[in-house]
Each structure stands twice: as C-alpha cells, then as structure tokens.
C-alpha cells in the first residue's frame, strides 16, 4: 500500500479496484476490472481480488478511460494587462471535474527575459496545482543565447515542446526571422514546435482600419482577423518548419484554410500535428452580438468563425478521419470585469475563455453520441493523442499495468446542462452555457487516489507533480522533408 511522499502529502493512500467497467483505450473495448495501487495500474483482468484497505467503484455499464490531457491550457496566465483567473489550483481541479488528469501549460517569459527565469517563475506558480502537468515553453523573441537556452529546457529540464505566437503584434509575436531561428534549434533537439498561427501583421492593419471607422464593439473582433489570416500563417509556420525538418503542432486551428494547409503537408510526408478546439467545433460568430457585452466573453483568438462557411464541418471531417489529431481547450478564462477592460474598444478585451471542464463531456455528447466519430476515437484525441505527441506516452494516456492510475469513470446513462453555475472554475461565464450533455465523469482517478466523485472534489494542493519529458523522435529524422540538415 503507498503511504505518503517526502514531503508529507498522501500518495494513493488506499489501492482503487474498478470493478466491471467497460475500459476504452484508443484501440480496444472491453469489461474487466482495474487495480491501482501506490499511484499506479497493477493489474486488469477479471475477477480481481479485492485487497484490504482497496476503495472499490462498481463501474458495470459505466466506461472506464484514461485520464484525459488538455495539451493547452493557460492558468494564471498574466495577458493583455490582466491575469487568467484559473491559477493553477483552482485550474486543475476544474480539469479533474471534467475527467482531465493532466495539462500542459504554456511557460510564456517575456521578451529579452531568459527561458530558465522565465521557468522559475511558471514553476512557483505551478507548485500549488493538484493534477500533474508540465509546460510548452514559449520564445517570444530571438537572441544569440536563446539556442542554448532551447538546449537546457529540453536536455537539462525535460521539456520537450515550444511555442511561438505568430500574432499579438508588439507582445508575443515572433517575427519569421525568429520563427525560423526557433524551428531550426527545435528540429536539432528533436523537440516539437506549437504554433498560433494568425498573421499578426494582418491583424494589427486590420484593427487599426475598423478603429479608424469606430468599429470597436466585440462584434468587429472576428472581423480582424478573418480565416485567411490563420490559413496564411498555418501555411507559413508549416513551411518552415518543412524547411528545417522540425515537426510542427498547430494549435488552436478554426477554419477550412488552415486545415487545408495541414492537409497538404501531411498528404507531403511532413511530420506535423494540428488541434481543435470545443468552442471553434460548437459555436458560431453570432456569439459576438449578444447583447449588454456579454459576446466579449466569447472573444478569444483565434476568433469563433461564422456557421455557414464550412468551418465546423472541416474540422469534424478532420478529426474522424486523423488529419486533425487532438482536441485541447485553449482554457484561458476572464471574469465579466476583466472582460470589460475593453468596453470601448475590443482591442482591449482579454483574450480567451474557460473549456478544460467542458471538453471530455462536449467530445462524448457532440462527438461520439452524434457519429461523428467512436468512443476509442474520442480517447485518442483527449488523451493518447497528446500524451504521445508530447512525450508523455506510455506512462500517460492509456490504460496499462505499470502506466500512471489516472482514470476516469464515465456514466453514459447520466444528462445535465453545462452552467457557469455549476463549474468548479473560477469564471464566471461558461460559453457552453445552457449547452444539454450526455454522461458525466462519475468517479476520476488522479494518481491512485479517487479525487472526484458524486459530482464532490476531493483534491489536495501541491498533488500535482511536474512530468519531466524525453523527446519522442531523432533529431532530423529520415521522415521529415528538410531543406537543411546541419
Ligand atoms: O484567445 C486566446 N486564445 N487566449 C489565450 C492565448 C492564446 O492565444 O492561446
Ligand atoms: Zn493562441
Ligand atoms: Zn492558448
């Protein structure tokens, strides 16, 4: 039996016996029962003895998955003159409410501050979450030691992924310099480049243009920065990242354009992955007329697209036919009040929206429930998808003796409403609000400990452990196009 770590926090107290659920990995389904002990899976079959001291879940006709993982999400996240308001307790916690066990986060140093300060700081904050997690680190800008800092993130600190921004003009935006600097040192280390990809220099004319008429209501927020500013600079991120043989992960995507771009280079034989999102597969631009305001609590970027264009459509197609390869959820909440920083001027509305408690009841209620694609499907892009991509495989994102217990048990039969009202995240807004869901996570597993049951969290600060990475494939592997191998 575990007992607790060296500094004291109970680790999987009591073994967890699952009993009769049906288990669904990516690629099978079947009823047998789950062992877990000292943070762990230890046996699955049948008829498993129960031990003394085991906590036991009759989980008969309720599905068993492994702990999902949200490859994107922001807490306390200082952006646009304000702070995310999830930091990373509340944060993870509204994850494990929703069946998420594990998230990566974005270290975001500023620029001209180094990596390593820049991880000190994520990590302070990072040590009071309750689910395990680990970082993509951004570059926001390029200097001349910045190749050797990539170096040590992934080497010395087992981070293996980065990001760039190729919007937010004047904050985090790379320029292509930069971008192809970073591609470059990201393919030498073998390690995976996330893009947001928007053309920033696109946006900022835009803006400046509906400014310059007094379009400045958040209806005009999607009409800066339209699909083919994101086509283009899927393109373009894509292309470069071709050219020096890095793989490249698109994050966010939200239209035809940019899924036609990944498409090509996948279709191409380049090595490179791209996710959606809940809100860009569900929603649609007449959010952002609502009426007192409330369409800021929608704007995000890249922006909801209209219904009427294909969007919703490309990006369904795209994730049951494995073009699109996971589904994150861009959490990143603001309150109403800081949503109205930008009252005046939607210039200056925070950007982005709760989602990592939505996405696993969203992706079985609009996913699997409507045929859009099958319940191991689902499993792939919620949860061995990421894990694999990012390095955390096997020990994360299936259901095997020896991986991580970080399970979820799901009741089918089960139906609710998701409301700001109910969600354990600090927003105040949910934009699925109103939105009917079928099942609900009834029991969820973190680390060999039940901390979620009959809709109740039981979880403790600091839990969470931070998952150091490997890089998953060579440097300049034989399978990547590149135009320099140095
Ligand atoms: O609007 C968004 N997406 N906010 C979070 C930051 C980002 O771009 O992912
Ligand atoms: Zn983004
Ligand atoms: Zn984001």
């Known amino acids: ?26 690629s099978d389904r079947y009823v047998a029962d789950v062992q877990c002990d000292g943070g762990k899976v230890v046996a699955i079959g049948k008829n498993l003895n129960q031990r003394a001291g085991d906590q036991t879940i009759d989980a008969s006709g309720q599905f068993v998955f492994p702990g999902f993982i949200d490859p994107h999400v922001h807490m306390e996240l200082p952006f646009m003159g304000t702070v995310s308001a ?78 760039v921004f190729m919007a937010y003009k004047g904050a985090l935006m790379v320029d292509d310099g930069e971008l192809y600097e970073v591609m470059k040192h990201a393919a030498k280390l073998g390690a995976v480049v996330t893009v947001h990809a928007e053309n920033g220099d696109a946006v900022w004319h835009l803006q400046r243009e509906l400014a310059a008429r007094g379009d400045l209501g958040p209806e005009f927020h999607p009409v800066s920065r339209p699909s083919s500013v994101e086509g283009e600079a899927t393109n373009r991120a894509l292309m470069m990242a ?48 609502k009426p007192d305001f409330e369409g800021a609590s929608y704007v995000m970027s890249p922006p909801i697209r209209p219904g009427h264009m294909g969007h919703h459509d490309a990006l369904w197609r795209g994730l049951s036919n494995g073009m699109l390869d996971s589904v994150g959820t861009d959490h990143c909440p603001f309150r109403f009040e800081q949503k109205k920083m930008g009252l005046h001027d939607f210039m200056k509305i925070p950007n982005g929206a709760a989602g990592v408690e ?71 807004r949910s934009i699925f609000e109103g939105f009917p869901v079928r099942g609900k996570p009834s029991y969820v597993v973190v680390n060999g400990r039940i901390q979620f049951a009959d809709g109740k969290l039981d979880v403790e600060r600091g839990a969470g452990r931070f998952i150091k990475r490997t890089v998953t494939r060579a440097p300049h592997s034989a399978d990547q196009p590149a135009a320099v191998r140095t």
């Open 1 to 26: 039996m575990a007992g607790h770590d060296a500094r004291g926090r109970s680790m999987g107290v009591f073994g967890v016996l699952i009993r009769n659920g049906e288990i669904v990995t990516a």
């Open 242 to 289: 071709r050219l020096h043989g890095a793989t490249a992960y698109i994050v966010h995507m939200t239209c035809c354009e940019s899924v036609e771009a990944l498409v090509r280079a996948k279709l191409q034989g380049q090595k490179c992955f791209g996710e959606t999102c809940p809100q860009y597969l569900l929603l649609d631009d007449t959010v952002f007329v």
């Open 358 to 428: 939505d996405r696993l009841q969203m992706l079985y209620t609009y996913g699997v429930c409507e045929g859009r694609f099958d319940l191991q499907r689902m499993v792939a892009l919620g949860s061995t998808n990421p894990a694999r991509i990012f390095g955390l495989y096997p020990r994360k994102g299936t259901i095997a003796v020896g991986a991580d217990a970080d399970l979820v048990v799901y009741d089918p039969a089960a139906r609710g409403t998701r409301s700001a009202k109910t969600h354990y995240s600090k927003s105040d």
């Open 86 to 163: 999830d930091d990373f307790e509340s944060g993870t916690a509204s994850a494990i409410a929703g069946g998420t066990t594990s998230i990566i986060d974005f270290c975001i140093p500023n620029r001209g501050q180094s990596l390593l300060e820049g991880l000190e700081i994520w990590n302070g904050r990072a040590k009071k979450a309750v689910a395990d997690y680990t970082y993509h680190m951004a570059i926001t800008g390029w200097s001349d030691t910045m190749g050797e800092e990539m170096r040590k993130v992934v080497e010395d600190h087992g981070i293996t992924s980065f990001k």
